[in-house]
């Protein structure tokens, strides 16, 4: 597996494989046998998958309305716990999204509640510092300036130990970077054959030695009728190549710029095994040009 290294010498470097593994659909829909996560966490970190991203948004609203909110939290630690992996992954979380009692989304960048976030974060996880916490979604309600100090303070405060940004866009990466300097280590925003207006973002975060973590990495490969009608060319070089599709997108986005890290959804084993080979797919630039 391709490495990144994630971070700076003032917080510390960490290396990540090149893919990573995004945790959210662990609880968006009906319950999935914790035998199986397990085994989907074993198959990423066998296949040198180390970065596992969730959030305190995640969870089951169907089910459980507000109280979703750390539901998916709880059961990665308790995964992580089974297994005893804890030390050999980096989890990364995120605050400022919340749920409502009907099952929706919401933000909340005040800072009362970013900080209680971050101390919420830390309990359900069961550690004394969060290795990556990044800021969900920008509020309308909350100037990003406003956000940014209180970005700056849970910083200071060492309870995280590097901070990123989610959807954010290049002035608020600009902005953010100018406050928080080594603090800020990530930006995550989506990315993908169908999603592809994150360019400007990817370039700020070449610029300023960021990692661009590309949620939904996947999205319009799932269908196979959209995937025949929309990215013919990405059915082409997957069937050239004897992958898969997704293999050949997570690819594609590698080669956009080395510090695009994707984090395709998995909870299956095969899945995130699918996904990691990616790391080792190596295009052509007829290929990438065809991929345009």
């Known amino acids: 597996m391709q490495t990144y290294s994630l971070g700076n010498d003032t917080v510390g470097r960490t290396d990540i494989g090149r893919i990573g593994l995004g945790l959210m659909t662990w609880t968006q ?7 199986q996560l397990r085994a989907t966490v074993t198959a990423a970190l066998d296949a040198g998958v180390n970065l596992l991203d969730t959030a305190d948004a995640y969870g089951a609203a169907h089910e459980r309305g507000a109280d979703a909110q750390g539901h998916n939290e709880e059961l990665v630690a308790s995964v992580l716990a089974d297994l005893g992996v804890a030390d050999r992954v980096l989890l990364a979380t995120k605050g400022g ?14 800072a009362d509640h970013l900080r209680r976030a971050v101390d919420d974060s830390l ?6 510092q969060l290795a990556l916490w990044q800021h969900h979604r920008p509020d309308p ?8 100090g209180t970005l700056k303070e849970i910083a200071d405060s060492g309870k995280v130990r590097m901070v990123g940004l989610s959807n ?25 054959p169908k999603f592809r207006s994150s360019v400007p973002e990817i370039e700020v975060c070449e610029e300023l030695d960021l ?30 190549r004897g992958v898969s599709p997704q293999q050949v997108a997570l690819a594609w986005e590698l080669a956009q710029s080395p510090v695009v890290v994707p984090i395709p959804g998995a909870k299956r084993p095969e899945s995130i095994t699918d996904s990691a080979a990616a790391a080792d797919l190596v ?3 007829e290929e990438l040009s065809l991929l345009r």
């Open 211 to 240: 990692a661009f973590l590309a949620w939904s990495p996947l999205g319009g490969l799932a269908d196979a009728k959209e995937l025949a009608e929309k990215h013919p060319a990405f059915a082409k070089v997957a069937a050239d």
């Open 283 to 285: 295009l052509s630039e």
């Open 141 to 148: 309600k909350v100037p990003y300036a406003e956000v940014i």
């Open 168 to 192: 954010a866009d290049p002035r608020q990466i600009r902005d953010a970077h100018a406050v928080l300097g080594d603090a800020l280590v990530s930006v995550q925003n989506q990315f993908s």
């Open 29 to 35: 829909t009906d319950p999935v046998p914790v035998e």
């Open 97 to 110: 999204h919340v749920r409502t009692a009907d099952g929706g989304w919401d933000v909340d960048s005040s």
């Open 123 to 128: 309990r359900r996880l069961g550690v004394e």
